[in-house]
């Protein structure tokens, strides 16, 4: 079974630096795109980035580009989203998605993690 | 930079068909995916290069697309259909576009 499986709520202060990952199980983790995809309180989905594995290419959305650091462990079959310094709008669900080329949908995805930024 | 809008809610009787509207410039030459959302769980791929379905999902979920309008049909309404439901292209430039999401209650 296709599995993406992604780290523990974090509640982190402003400033603060973090660093969130997502594992992949029961396929060719190189072979695959990976996303990262948020989504605000209420709100709707709003695409980040995506990486390659087998290569580390990375491509941002325009909105996220230089506000978040997309990079791979392909020894252990893990992506990761990075913040270098939280702000209280990056309070979110961030969700990690497969994808199988790089206009294909998003399938599966992670269950999520919760990051609060607050004082 | 391109738009998907999406009406916010949609209604409908169990057992009647909810059709979803996603509405976007020329959204007829490009492939449109389907997720649905269940509150405090993630998305799910309903139908994906407009018509097609993954495996496990019923046949009661089927799309179109044509024109400015791509919509998701959903027949013979479940209560456990009950969730926020987007569409999403990719756009040139990289950009993969979601709409802001319907929110189907089952009346």
């Known amino acids: 079974e296709v599995q993406l499986v992604q780290s523990g709520a974090e509640v982190k202060k402003p400033g603060e630096s973090l660093k969130i990952s997502c594992e992949g199980s029961g396929y060719k983790f190189t072979h695959y795109w990976i996303a990262w995809v948020r989504q605000m309180p209420g709100k709707g989905l709003e695409w980040m980035g995506i990486i390659y594995p087998g290569d580390s290419d990375t491509r941002y959305s325009l909105s996220f580009q230089g506000q978040v650091s997309i990079s791979v462990d392909k020894s252990i079959d893990t992506a990761y989203l990075q913040w270098s310094s939280l702000k209280a709008s990056d309070t979110a669900m961030y969700f990690c998605?497969?994808?199988?080329?790089?206009?294909?949908?998003?399938?599966?995805w992670g269950q999520g993690t919760l990051v609060t930024v607050s004082s | 930079s391109y738009v998907l809008t999406q009406p916010p809610s949609v209604s409908v009787a169990p057992g009647q068909t909810a059709r979803i509207a996603c509405a976007g410039d020329n959204i007829g030459s490009k492939n449109v995916h389907w997720y649905h959302q269940k509150p405090g769980q993630a998305p799910v791929l309903v139908v994906y290069a407009d018509r097609d379905r993954p495996s496990g999902i019923p046949e009661r979920f089927s799309g179109s697309n044509s024109g400015n309008t791509a919509t998701l049909t959903i027949s013979r309404v479940e209560a456990g259909d009950e969730a926020d439901y987007y569409c999403q292209v990719w756009h040139s430039s990289d950009h993969r576009v979601f709409g802001g999401g319907t929110k189907l209650t089952v009346l």
């Open positions: 998605a497969r994808l199988t080329t790089t206009t294909s949908p998003f399938d599966p």
